[in-house]
T-cell receptor, first 114, second 116 residues
C-alpha cells in the first residue's frame, strides 16, 4: 500500500533557527505532493504543493519544500523559525491510483522555543 | 469568504445515540470528503463524494453513512454512536479529484465529537 511517512512526531527548535520537517513517500512516484499546516483548534490549510515543473516549491509564511525523486522525499524547510510557526504539519501525496484519495502522513508537531 | 462550513463545532453523545454532521461549501467544488483525526494517526478518510450524486467508502467507513444532498452539501451520519467514534471530524472539498489532477483540498474548522 502507498504511504507517506513523517519522521518525528514532535520537533522543537529555537526561535530564529532552521526548521526542517521530514517527509518520505512510498517508492511509486506520486505526481502530487502537499504540505498542510494545522493551527490549534483549526482545520488544515495548504502551505504549498508540488505538481509539475520546478522541484523547489515555495509556500506561504516563508516555507519551502524540495521534491527529490531519488530520495523519495519532500522535506519542508524554513530558514528562521518564528513563534507563530508553532503548529502541526502534515505531508500528503496524491495521484497513486484511484481518484479522490490523497494520503496524509501522521503529522509533525512543531514547537518553537523562545 | 466562508469556504467549508461544518456544524456542530462540539457535540457530546451517549453511546447508541445518532447524529448528523452537516457540511456545506460555497466554492462550487465537485468533490467533498469526510475525515476523522485521532492523535498519532493523522487524517483518515471516512467517505468521499467525487461528484454530485456519487459517494464512496474511504479507509474507515464502518459505523458511518453519508449523503451528498446537492453540490454544496455533504452530511455524515452516525447511526449508533460508539466511544470509538470519539474524534475530531473534518469536512473538506476540492474542485476536482485530487488523485488525477492534484487539486487542493480545503478543510472546514472541524467538529469535536465525544461519545460517552
Amino acid at each position: 500500500a502507498q504511504s507517506v511517512t513523517q519522521l518525528g512526531s514532535h520537533v522543537s527548535v529555537s526561535e530564529g533557527a532552521l526548521v526542517l520537517l521530514r517527509c518520505n513517500y512510498s517508492s511509486s512516484v506520486p505526481p502530487y505532493l502537499f504540505w498542510y499546516v494545522q493551527y490549534p483548534n483549526q482545520g488544515l490549510q495548504l502551505l504549498l504543493k508540488y505538481t509539475t515543473g520546478a522541484t523547489l516549491v515555495k509556500g506561504i509564511n516563508g516555507f519551502e519544500a524540495e521534491f527529490k525523486k531519488s530520495e523519495t522525499s519532500f522535506h519542508l524547510t524554513k530558514p528562521s523559525a518564528h513563534m507563530s510557526d508553532a503548529a502541526e504539519y502534515f505531508c500528503a501525496a496524491a495521484g497513486y491510483s484511484s481518484a479522490s484519495k490523497i494520503i496524509f502522513g501522521s503529522g509533525t508537531r512543531l514547537s518553537i522555543r523562545p | 469568504n466562508a469556504g467549508v462550513t461544518q456544524t456542530p463545532k462540539f457535540q457530546v453523545l451517549k453511546t447508541g445515540q445518532s447524529m448528523t454532521l452537516q457540511c456545506a461549501q460555497d466554492m462550487n467544488h465537485n468533490s467533498m470528503y469526510w475525515y476523522r483525526q485521532d492523535p498519532g494517526m493523522g487524517l483518515r478518510l471516512i467517505y468521499y463524494s467525487a461528484s454530485e450524486g456519487t459517494t464512496d467508502k474511504g479507509e474507515v467507513p464502518n459505523g458511518y453513512n453519508v449523503s451528498r444532498l446537492n453540490k454544496r452539501e455533504f452530511s455524515l451520519r452516525l447511526e449508533s454512536a460508539a466511544p470509538s467514534q470519539t474524534s475530531v471530524y473534518f469536512c473538506a472539498s476540492s474542485a476536482g479529484e485530487t488523485g488525477t489532477s492534484g487539486n487542493t483540498i480545503y478543510f472546514g474548522e472541524g467538529s469535536w465529537l465525544t461519545v460517552v
